[in-house]
């Protein structure tokens, strides 16, 4: 404070030393801008009190007031509107000491404007005149409140000498206040509802809910009305609160209806929820994100609870695929839908889930409103602490899949069939077609012509030829059947073995080049069968060259090894690379180079 209308701050301290009376000067927002050391020394408080609002450390009893009275807050009022002096007669008032103890003072109170020439509200002096046995024993007989003690376990004589409950409301981490019934004017608040509203009690105290636009004028008559209807009781009513600020705060509130002197008042109790709103609406919108992306998987996905198996969520395609909607679902388990024998399998598949405590991945058949289906089905146990809790399923529609499988099983066995007729019916007229021709080619040579001559050459020739097919077909046919065993394998020492039977069977010229070749994760075998394709081919097609050269070479990315044949040799139109790799499929005569055709589907 630098003084009062210009009268120098340690002036003013100075005087207020030898004023023997207690004096408190406010500020027109009812903040405390200096006191006498008589109210200092006479009400046991220190000169922090400056800057506080007056209801923190000095407030009265409203119920102890008369009907039509002045509680402290309204005749500070009185002076600010009107701009004259208002004086009370002897009341109790609470303090609250530097220890942050309440005293229970009787006093006679008064409050003076001071303005300045304009008429502008400047000041307020509070005077407070301690009452002595006299004035509190006429105070008792004319209010009849201060002369017993009461009940104090009812709720309407809770303020008679009750300075604990006082406390507890002052201190109280939950936002409270007093409302009257009739005019709607706050009579009392504590910090945290001040601390909620993001006033100052004084700016609260003695305004009504209208007025700091916490109700509109019909919403105010509605909210009295119902709670009225219901005895003044309600509890965990939500309700949108506007601060000073104008923020819309969440709000619970339980009221109680209670005599505040002869005034009938709601107590009114609120737990700002603002935040707990906050994170329920962002838990609805991340569930709700969560159910479309649940609902939108195009495979069928459950949920089951561990202990029942029995259902507890289901998707969009699931409903769809076993017919079933998941209201029919919900709650139920396997042996209220499907056969028991499938429902046993079903149990069993569960509960092994549990038991082994991982996933298990299996293909089922499935009983639906459709007809049976094959599933393939993971299944993953949930566990929380190390209780399970659920079993979450994804299938997947595999009937056309299966088959297609089945088909092709099917057609295997028909070409193992058809194999084994080619090695047993076809090989022994060839061998016979083939032994004849060689017989009349050494035998009768000098009887035949030049042209009878070259028949049997070209009969031998394409006997020897059939001969080769048929062993690249029973190859071939065989290959499906043969069980793939993987391991770590040599692809130096595999070529080397490939290049050195080519060789050993026909002179190779030109270059090889191999070079340094990582090891692959393969059937060792099935390897050696690929690359004597792959270079023998690279061989052949690169034998009408001068110099011929083949390239053998690996690249490894990651885990993935890329091996490469290549030759200077006749290649082929890229137009017909699709071919490549199909049985009997040549982009090359026979006139140009030999083969059956076989070759290469063997190797994709």
Wanted: with cysteine; hydrophobic share 40%.
């Amino acid at each position: 404070m630098n003084g009062i209308r210009g009268v120098p701050h340690t002036d003013f301290d100075f005087i207020f030393k030898f004023i023997p009376e207690c004096y408190v000067i406010l500020s027109p927002d009812n903040k405390i801008l200096a006191a006498t050391d008589k109210y200092l020394e006479t009400f046991g408080v220190g000169d922090g009190i400056r800057g506080k609002s007056l209801p923190e450390v000095f407030f009265d009893h409203p119920k102890d007031y008369s009907s039509g009275g002045f509680s402290l807050s309204l005749s500070l009022q009185e002076v600010m509107q009107h701009k004259v002096a208002h004086s009370m007669p002897v009341r109790k008032y609470s303090v609250v000491a530097d220890d942050a103890s309440l005293k229970t003072w009787f006093c006679k109170v008064s409050h003076t404007p001071v303005l300045n020439s304009n008429g502008d509200l400047l000041y307020i002096i509070l005077k407070t005149d301690p009452a002595g046995p006299e004035q509190i024993k006429n105070a008792d007989a004319d209010t009849g409140v201060f002369a017993g003690q009461g009940d104090k376990t009812n709720i309407n004589n809770l303020y008679d000498g009750d300075e604990r409950f006082l406390k507890i409301f002052q201190v109280s981490p939950v936002p409270l206040m007093i409302n009257d019934v009739e005019t709607g004017i706050f009579m009392y608040v504590n910090s945290a509802f001040s601390k909620l509203m993001k006033l100052d009690a004084a700016d609260i105290i003695g305004k009504t809910t209208i007025e700091l636009k916490i109700h509109s004028e019909k919403a105010r008559t509605e909210t009295v009305e119902n709670l009225i209807g219901h005895d003044g009781r309600t509890a965990d009513i939500e309700f949108d609160l506007r601060t000073a600020t104008g923020e819309i705060r969440k709000v619970l509130t339980s009221t109680g209806m209670l005599d505040f002197g002869r005034r009938k008042c709601f107590l009114v109790a609120m737990v700002d929820i603002t935040h707990l709103k906050h994170l329920e609406n962002e838990l609805r919108k991340s569930n709700h994100f969560m159910e479309t992306i649940f609902d939108n998987i195009p495979n069928m996905v459950f949920v089951k609870d561990a202990v029942n198996l029995g259902f507890v969520r289901f998707n969009n395609a699931g409903e769809k695929m076993l017919g079933y909607s998941r209201e029919e679902l919900i709650g139920k388990n396997d042996f209220d839908f499907f056969p028991d024998e499938q429902a046993v399998f079903f149990t069993e598949k569960d509960r092994s889930v549990f038991a082994g405590g991982t996933l298990i991945d299996i293909e089922e058949p499935i009983a639906t409103k459709f007809g049976e289906r094959w599933l393939h089905t993971k299944k993953i146990p949930v566990y929380e602490n190390g209780i399970p809790l659920y079993l979450v399923g994804i299938s997947e529609d595999i009937t056309e899949i299966k088959q297609q499988r089945d088909a092709i099983l099917a057609l295997n066995a028909e070409l193992e069939a058809f194999s084994y007729s080619v090695s047993h019916d076809l090989r022994a007229p060839l061998r016979a077609i083939s032994g004849y021709a060689s017989m009349l080619d050494s035998d009768a040579k000098h009887l035949l012509t030049d042209n009878g001559n070259r028949l049997i050459s070209r009969i031998i020739f394409n006997a020897q030829k059939m001969g080769r097919l048929i062993d690249d077909l029973l190859a071939f046919s065989q290959l499906g059947r043969k069980e793939v065993q993987k391991k770590d394998t040599d692809l130096n020492e595999v070529v080397e073995h490939v290049l050195a039977d080519l060789i050993k069977a026909n002179p190779v010229k030109g270059i090889i080049n191999t070079g340094e070749l990582h090891n692959v994760y393969a059937d060792r075998a099935l390897v050696y069968l690929v690359m004597t394709n792959l270079i023998s081919n690279a061989i052949k097609y690169s034998s009408g060259k001068e110099n011929p050269v083949i390239n053998i070479s690996t690249e490894k990315t990651g885990n993935e090894v890329t091996v490469s044949v290549k030759d200077n040799g006749a290649g082929f139109d890229m137009e017909y690379s699709n071919k490549l790799f199909g049985v009997f499929q040549r982009l090359h005569s026979a006139n140009e180079f030999e083969g059956t055709g076989v070759g290469l589907a063997i190797v994709s």
